[in-house]
């Protein structure tokens, strides 16, 4: 986006009492930032949402001040900016409608054609969360996954440093603007950060620190994955918070469970219990559920096929799957014209000879 772009944008997001949805709802009937704060109020009370609180403030100079000063900070610190309808803006967080108009960040952030998780849970996490952590990372490496998590303390800090033990892209969404940190002490682990991925935010140099802002961060922990992973949590909590947003934006939740005496497995075990998560037993559930491939995976497979036997019916199956890719036991069975029970033994059957795979859902697919 131009400079000019840029300034009327910040400028909006700037005006009180304007979220992202409604500063969306306002660009999408004007047109742009630009003619949204050039607009007579006439025009501007017809949108849904607008009253005269905003209407009174919209159009003071101050907001244009404001932006003009955080252009300065964007240049002199050299922070990349992502507008929501940009191709630069995170593709998965484009689909939430209440995902930031502009998304300011710093290092070296490469999200095209990757798999992108989040990984979050309690602050005070215990010596087994974090071995399960730094396995899960570990077991997910060759699947090369982006980590995205919170910064802070416990879990998240945890998973980054388990992505970057791994070589692996990790991103730090932040709670406060690109011109501090919190906590403090992990100061020391930025520079690695943002050499192997690097850090959003969508909160400006000059807001103020609030303990708020970790709950409108985690919108974007959760929106720009296709899975957050809660790895510890007492009964209430920010990841649980997370989580609920995941499921919000149609996304998969996983949750490690634990002892029922033991407090930090409490949201844990309540998100499987409520079938808000998939209970994470075993790190490699996650690309299974992810239906997450390895190339090589695939090589051996085929040759497989080519030489494995197969009955009548295992036949009959192999080319509607063929031809119609992933399908349901159910539907297999009514348009090969057979009966449950022969489909679901011939497709046992097919599954060890390593011909088909079973999927959530009652689906299966060929390997």
Not at 80 to 85: A, I, L
Not at 111 to 127: E, N, P
Not at 234 to 250: C, M, P, Q, R
Request: hydrophobic content about 40%; overall charge positive.
């Amino acid at each position: 986006m131009t400079e000019n772009d840029l300034l009327y944008t910040l400028a909006l997001q700037h005006v009180s009492n304007i979220g992202d949805i409604t500063a969306k709802r306002l660009i999408s009937f004007c047109g742009s930032a630009e003619a949204v704060l050039k607009e007579k109020r006439r025009n501007l009370i017809k949108i849904d949402g607008i009253g005269q609180i905003i209407l009174e403030d919209i159009h003071n100079p101050k907001h244009l001040k404001a932006a003009e000063a955080e252009i300065h900070f964007i240049k002199k610190h050299a922070i990349r900016v992502s507008y929501f309808k940009s191709e630069s803006y995170p593709e998965k967080l484009k689909h939430c409608i209440d995902g930031p108009i502009l998304l300011f960040q710093s290092g070296n952030i490469n999200l095209k054609d990757q798999r992108i998780i989040s990984i979050v849970g309690a602050r005070k996490i215990t010596t087994n969360g974090i071995a399960f952590c730094n396995s899960l990372v570990e077991q997910l490496t060759p699947y090369n996954p982006v980590i995205v998590s919170g910064f802070a303390y416990g879990t998240d800090i945890t998973a980054h440093k388990a992505a970057l033990k791994n070589s692996l892209q990790t991103i730090g969404c932040l709670a406060h603007g690109l011109n501090q940190i919190y906590p403090k002490a992990h100061k020391r682990y930025m520079a690695d950060v943002e050499k192997k991925g690097g850090f959003f935010s969508d909160f400006w140099s000059t807001d103020v620190f609030d303990r708020n802002n970790f709950l409108k961060r985690n919108r974007i922990i959760a929106g720009l994955s296709e899975a957050t992973i809660v790895i510890e949590s007492a009964e209430k909590g920010g990841s649980l918070v997370t989580a609920d947003i995941a499921n919000s934006y149609n996304r998969e939740v996983f949750a490690v469970p634990g002892r029922i005496t033991d407090s930090q497995s409490v949201g844990c075990n309540n998100l499987i219990k409520h079938q808000k998560a998939f209970m994470l037993s075993n790190p490699l559930d996650v690309p299974y559920i992810l239906d997450w491939k390895l190339e090589e995976e695939n090589k051996p497979a085929i040759q497989k096929q080519l030489f494995v036997e197969l009955d009548t019916t295992e036949k009959q199956i192999y080319s509607y799957l063929k031809e119609n890719s992933k399908q349901q036991l159910d539907v297999i069975a009514i348009n090969c014209n057979l009966p449950i029970f022969k489909v679901s033994s011939a497709l046992l059957n097919m599954e060890l000879k390593g011909v088909v795979r079973p999927l959530p859902g009652k689906l299966f697919e060929l390997v």
